[in-house]
């Protein structure tokens, strides 16, 4: 197929992708989508932190909170295998897309499986000299 009647067939075919959020995601199953924690059981002994791969995971004692960085986390479930309360759980459902880093902020004031979403400062490049 030649490259002209290929760019022809594309530009009046429909597109192979969704228009995720504002049409539902088509979730493979065996996804596990992102993870929830359930500050309620949490012992803050921060194993998930320590075995994340990734350190997408920040524990604070004090404040007694979890906070996870939505683009460090590859969902790998480690944390969910490791907490010996069954504290975090994954869910089959994405996160909605954001034009910042954001991160989810679990803490025991806020309801059950609620989070904050905090933006992380844009990376503007290496400092000049």
């Given at each position: 197929m030649s490259m002209l009647s290929s760019?022809?067939?594309?530009?009046?075919s429909?597109?192979?992708t969704t228009k995720y959020p504002y049409e539902p995601a088509d979730l493979?199953?065996?996804?596990?989508?992102?993870?929830?924690?359930?500050?309620?059981?949490c012992i803050f002994c921060?194993?998930?932190e320590r075995n994340c791969p990734t350190s997408a995971i920040i524990t604070n004692k004090d404040?007694?909170?979890q906070t996870?960085?939505?683009?460090?986390?590859?969902?790998c479930n480690t944390c969910v295998e490791v907490c010996p309360?069954?504290?975090i759980s994954m869910v089959t459902e994405y996160s909605k897309p954001d034009i910042a880093p954001t991160v989810h902020v679990f803490s025991v004031d806020l309801p059950r499986h609620e989070y904050r979403v905090e933006h992380?400062?844009?990376?503007?490049?290496?400092?000049?000299?």
């Open positions: 760019s022809l067939k594309n530009l009046f429909r597109p192979f493979p199953p065996g996804n596990r989508g992102r993870v929830l924690w359930d500050m309620e059981k921060r194993k998930c404040a007694k909170t996870v960085i939505r683009h460090r986390c590859i969902a309360t069954q504290t992380l400062p844009r990376y503007e490049g290496r400092p000049k000299d």
